[in-house]
């Protein structure tokens, strides 16, 4: 069952400066509907996951599934310097509690975009989107390759699975789902606080081998440590799947969240790093998870938001 709404472009408006000619445009003015029935241009491809369910059942504040909107809310307006097409196709809700077919769903999607040469950008929703955009990436893969699991977030999110997937559990059933095709999991998350995991997810992430950094040990100072880490952890894969959740930020420069960082780590971090994963030509999706508008102040969120989407899209 497809749980995607039709595209709406109304939401694509903004400033317009005819004075400057071509040089101003802004992304409401590029961002084309993606053509279900045959074949665009290769491009981004932007999939909203209108969905908090996950955050629901993680006894977390849900909200998060008003993100995509607002976050293309604020990125129709943010300005244009991209080279290559965007297509916005549509967002997927789950507003009936059937979060395996809403997984069903977004896999589908990613990984039909990923045939047709596209880099899937899912907006979030909370951060079972995971499970949902590794399907999809593994479907289209077919068990080609060494996927990489690239997290920047403050939790770990490899609870176990017990009657029901959450926000919580995504990279947990994603090892699972490794162990039962027979491919490795390979996974780095990046910006851990360690109070906001326990010591029994901490023995998990050590049993399954994760690769993880300390939000603590993020700083500017550390970066060249941190780029040669990416560097050695990249080189093991043949394809990467970068994920992030909002939290990992400053709750001052991030509080539309459902938790919000204590500590958190800057975008004069991230953004080096993202770059960095971008350079390596292995990134073929990506996903925001967590923003939550209602928590939100002053739309702070979702410009950080919005800017993230314009650094994953470069």
Known sequence: MDKFSPVDMSVWQGRQDPEDGELALRWHDKVQPWPQAG??????ALVGFACDEGVRRNKGRVGAAGAPLAVRKLLANTAWHLGRPVYDSGD???????LD???GSLAERVARLLDEGHFPLVLGGGHEVAFGSWSGLNLHLGGRGRVGIINFDAHFDLRMKLEQASSGTPFFQIAEQCAAQGSPFTYACLGVAETANTRALFARAEALGVWHVLDEAMTPAELPALLSGLDAFIARCDHLYLTIDLDVLPAAVMPGVSAPAARGVELAVIEPLI????ASGKLRLADLAEYNPSLDQDNRSARVAARLVHQLTK
Do not use: K, M, S, Y
């Open 39 to 44: 074949r665009a241009a290769p491009g981004v």
């Open 92 to 98: 997927l809700c789950c507003d009936d509690g059937d």
């Open 101 to 103: 077919t809403a997984h």
């Open 275 to 278: 770059a960095h994963i971008r």
